[in-house]
């Protein structure tokens, strides 16, 4: 009863975003969106009516008030993303084969030609014309959705009435292009034209959880950031005393800090993870834990069981008696189990294998099945997790390695995941179906199975791996019962109504694991983004003062890189892991231009921006970046591969530019010899050099969202022994984290000045002056007598410059770039 009252109220919950959506203006949010109504907008108090976020709420009514309008602004810039990126629309035609209404909808049944493009939960744009045709502006237009579609026929749901107000459904203003439209749609044989704009399923995901606060696990906790109630001695789990002593023996203080905080059965576990600090092994390790934990009470019984006086010792003969009793057919009397047997296989046990079909085997004794639900917002995350955890596997009680069951579920995994995924699953299973029904069976029921196997195997998981979006899917619906404990991570990546929406499958304790001064979530709308709807579930928790575990040994960077973000971002928290120091030393040390932290100020450097682009480009940056790739990879040809060596930006066309040099310049693809990508498409990756372009350069303007730290601490954190920044020292100066790294720089003496040729900077002559002597201590770049700039003219002279640099009046745009979703 209660799960059809749940239904009942998501659907609800469904067709008021519907309502609110599919009434909207086309032409008038183009209109609103134009860059230069911005201002406008904002002074004629057209968002007004938005509320910035909270750290805490007072209720749900508060929440709901600020989160609503913000995601709704989020929708809007959603729709025309295509737009802004001057994408070249395709109009389809289509035909109306009937339609019929429903709660205030018109659900049109179309055929259009069988287009891969479209899908279910796709929105549409409909018209009479196609825009752009003729002067005049076309007057009879609505959204769409698809509700679902087979082959060329789709069903779309519309909503005619009028404009919703105020977000308030029952307030419904009509209008004329809207009344014009519903002929179009009701009258069979009319023909009409249609525009793909974007997917909705992901945003009415969020839409739905976020309108349920109200009803999900830790209302409370949620809306206050904080645990109402204090976790009691008889609420903790403990482990057995060996996957204890496994767990202690290969987890550092500060991972096994987090475990033990999982295992007190707080409601949210917050554990931020640092780049390089073994945040994946950590996860592994609360999944060894939790799958494994029993409630401390039963240890308590145990041990009070254990001082009780046992009843006296049986004799021999006493013993016997009650052997015959018990167990008669040791003694030659049959068995009755044994009298009714099996007839060719018949309510037998069947042979079974493949990890969809091979049962748990479980050496226990305890009674406790945890289920676990794993989610990231972005697929590439999931993949690293379930790929450890097939590598690696979970410990038991005994502290043996196993593999669970456990299931992938949503699309896009890697290929190195396949085996557990849910299509390979479904599909290995219907195989093994498929060999003992008849060809006359076979043809009936296949979606019918899959639906029933689907069900199956999520069931039978130990642990499902899910996108936040996924677990939001009607897959879910079809458990037998939810979940107990929720992991989810890369959660500082994620905005927070997103990381509801796998609350809803009903949990009993929340761990979130991530780092809020890495890359933050993907957020469209700028409106939206300046009100803090950025702001993620774990970012709000820790502003308003809720615990964080944070993991602070790093075992990935040489020291001299791991300093400045210690000091910048962790409030110099950041320890290196034994010998990380040894392990990171390389042979191109040898000169302080290619030490483990270097920032080479480009002094000709302009940026400039493509025709048409919101991105961003520096030339002088791309020849600098890739002469020094040359000459380093030129003296060491292990560096030639892009397993080792990466050339990151923070702007997509700067990305590009590099990719199209990189081909001009050596006559090859860079993608089998060097990684080039954007910040956003290096999150929680590493390798062993990293060139860092800044991009942004100019004498008044500010830096773009290259001010953004998070971007900045996840772009000087890739590298295990290099870290290489390229950038206009005078331009990122006028923001203070860009400040203090190039003043870092400056004071270790790793801050160089470069002028054209730059390949005078590499000369011998310059190479051998910046050659660390063997004498000094460890090779160390710092151990060097001076703290002064080297500044390399055209002739190729070495002297010392310190200048003084024109700050400037910081500007600031916003940009989108990169990303992986």
């Not at 209008?175 to 793909?196: A, D």
């Not at 203090?740 to 720089?745: C, F, G, I």
Request: with cysteine.
């Amino acid at each position: 009863m209660a799960i059809d009252k749940t239904k009942i109220e998501e659907e609800s919950c469904v067709l008021r975003f519907y309502k609110i959506v599919l009434g909207w203006d086309y032409l008038r949010l183009v209109k609103e969106s134009d860059k230069r109504n911005f201002d406008k907008n904002a002074s004629e108090g057209r968002y007004s009516g938005l509320k910035e976020v909270k750290n805490t709420y007072k209720d749900v009514d508060d929440y709901l008030g600020t989160f609503e309008p913000l995601l709704f602004e989020e929708v809007k810039a959603q729709i025309l993303q295509q737009k802004d990126e001057e994408e070249e629309t395709e109009w389809q035609q289509a035909i109306v084969a009937e339609c019929s209404e429903i709660d205030g909808f018109h659900l049109p049944m179309v055929i259009c030609s069988d287009e891969d493009t479209i899908s279910q939960n796709d929105l549409l744009l409909l018209s009479t014309k196609k825009f752009g045709e003729g002067k005049q502006l076309p007057s009879t237009y609505a959204f769409a959705l698809i509700e679902h579609r087979q082959q060329d026929k789709i069903r779309l749901r519309l909503f005619l009435k009028g404009e919703v107000r105020n977000f308030n459904t029952d307030d419904v203003q009509t209008c004329p292009r809207l009344i014009n439209m519903l002929p179009v749609v009701t009258e069979v044989q009319r023909c009409f034209y249609f525009m793909k704009i974007c997917s909705l399923s992901t945003i009415v995901r969020e839409y739905v959880a976020m309108r349920s606060i109200g009803s999900l696990p830790f209302k409370d906790l949620i809306l206050k950031a904080a645990e109402t109630d204090n976790s009691s001695s008889d609420r903790e789990w403990k482990l057995s005393k060996t996957l204890s002593d496994f767990i202690e023996s290969n987890l550092n203080k500060s991972q096994l800090e987090a475990i033990h905080a999982g295992l007190s059965r707080k409601s949210f576990v917050l554990i931020q993870g640092p780049p390089g600090t073994g945040k994946t092994q950590t996860i592994l390790g609360i999944l060894s834990a939790i799958l494994h934990a029993t409630p401390a009470r039963v240890h308590t019984n145990k041990e009070k069981l254990a001082g009780i006086n046992p009843r006296p010792e049986l004799t021999k003969e006493e013993k016997l008696y009650h052997l015959k009793k018990s167990s008669p057919w040791l003694f030659g009397i049959p068995n009755p189990r044994d009298v009714i047997m099996p007839i060719d296989g018949d309510d037998g046990f069947f042979p079974m294998s493949g990890n969809e079909m091979k049962p748990e085997v479980i050496n226990s004794n305890r009674k406790y099945r945890v289920r676990v639900l794993v989610c990231a917002p972005s697929n590439s995350a999931l993949d690293e997790i379930v790929f450890r955890l097939l590598k690696t596997g979970v410990r038991d009680e005994n502290g043996c390695a196993y593999n669970p069951k456990i299931v992938r579920i949503g699309l896009k995994a890697h290929h190195s995941v396949q085996s557990v995924s849910m299509d390979y699953l479904v599909e290995k299973k219907l195989a093994g179906v498929d060999s003992q029904v008849g060809d006359k069976q076979k043809q009936g029921n296949v979606a019918k199975d899959k639906d029933s196997i689907r069900a199956s195997i999520l069931n039978e998981a130990v642990i499902v791996f899910s996108t936040l979006s996924f677990s939001g899917s009607m897959l879910f619906s079809k458990l037998n019962h939810g979940f107990d404990v929720v992991v989810i991570d890369e959660a500082a990546q994620a905005i927070e109504p997103a990381t509801l929406v796998p609350l809803a499958n009903g949990c009993k304790q929340v761990f979130l694991v991530g780092d809020p001064v890495q890359l933050p979530a993907t957020v469209i709308s700028p409106i939206a983004e300046k009100f803090g709807y950025g702001m993620s579930l774990f970012k709000r928790f820790q502003m308003a003062g809720y615990p964080v575990q944070m993991l602070k040994t790093q075992y990935r960077m040489n020291p001299e890189i791991r300093s400045f973000p210690s000091k910048e971002f962790y409030d110099e928290a950041l320890e290196d892991g034994p010998d990380i120091k040894e392990q990171t030393k390389r042979s191109w040390h040898q000169y302080r231009c290619f030490g483990p932290f270097c920032f080479f100020d480009i002094h000709e450097g302009v940026e400039s921006q493509p025709s048409g682009s919101g991105s961003w480009i520096n030339v002088n940056e791309v020849d600098f970046v890739l002469t020094l790739y040359g000459n380093l990879v030129s003296n060491h040809p292990e560096l030639k591969t892009s397993d080792r060596l990466a050339i990151i930006s923070p702007y997509r066309h700067q990305v590009k530019l590099f990719r199209e040099t990189f081909r001009a310049t050596f006559g090859v693809e860079s993608d089998k010899i060097v990684d080039i990508n954007t910040v956003d498409g290096f999150q929680g990756r590493e390798k062993d050099v990293a060139i860092f372009s800044c991009v942004r350069a100019s004498k008044d303007r500010g830096i773009g969202f290259v001010s953004d730290f998070r971007r900045m601490n996840v772009g000087i954190t890739r590298a295990r022994s290099s870290v290489l920044v390229v950038g206009s020292a005078s331009s990122l100066k006028r923001d203070e984290h860009w400040k203090n790294l190039v003043e870092s720089a400056e004071q270790r003496d790793v801050y160089f000045k470069v002028s054209k040729p730059y390949a005078n900077f590499f000369s011998e002559t310059s190479l051998k002056s910046m050659e660390l002597r063997e004498s000094m201590p460890e090779n160390r770049p710092e151990d060097i007598d001076g703290n002064v700039a080297m500044d390399i003219n055209a002739g190729g002279v070495i002297h010392t410059q310190l200048e003084e640099n024109d700050w400037g009046d910081g500007g600031g745009d916003f940009g989108l770039d990169g990303g992986d979703d």
